[in-house]
């Protein structure tokens, strides 16, 4: 059974792309990880349908916080953004049917707060603008670090005139 993630690339990624579970590349995590039985082809599709016309965003980097469980996991969270939080709740109500739990973390967890993990090679300071342009599909299995994650699919947003915040 897949379990998949919908992130906001800072960089745009290329699908088949791999990489190691310390080495993500910096994102923005848009719909949490899920399980499915839909082949990841269909989540693309539907991933697709929910994005239909919807531009690419231009968000800002805030304050950092701790996040996790335990509060260690350093974070830049970003500005509150009503186009970032739409397409949130886009993509939570087209792949909710598909989910193997329809009430998992991903769908029914706490309110969306966007932010920017702290990576020992790269991070974003409060106040930096961040242009967001595409979506990328990603395989969270194998769950070890050594083996990684894969990009299945991307997706671009609409580059529209002018910025979107």
Not at 9 to 18: H, N
Not at 66 to 88: P, Y
């Amino acid at each position: 059974m897949p379990r998949l993630v919908l992130v906001l690339p800072l960089t745009p990624l290329e699908t088949g792309d791999r990489f190691a579970v310390e080495e993500w590349p910096l994102h923005i995590t848009v719909l949490a990880p899920f399980d499915t039985d839909a082949a990841p082809d269909e989540i693309a599709r539907v991933t697709a349908a929910a994005l239909d016309g919807h531009a690419a965003l231009t968000v800002i980097a805030g304050p950092d916080e701790l996040f996790g469980r335990r509060h260690d996991i350093a974070v830049t969270v970003i500005d509150d953004n009503v186009a970032l939080t739409s397409l949130h709740d886009r993509l939570v109500e087209a792949l909710r049917p598909l989910a193997t739990d329809p009430h998992e973390w991903a769908f029914a967890g706490p309110e969306f707060r966007a932010h920017v993990t702290v990576k020992r090679q790269a991070r974003v300071q409060a106040g930096d603008e961040i242009n967001l342009t595409q979506i990328a599909l990603v395989d969270m299995a194998p769950r070890t670090s050594r083996s990684g994650r894969t990009v299945l699919a991307t997706l671009n947003l609409l580059r529209l005139p002018g910025r979107l915040r």
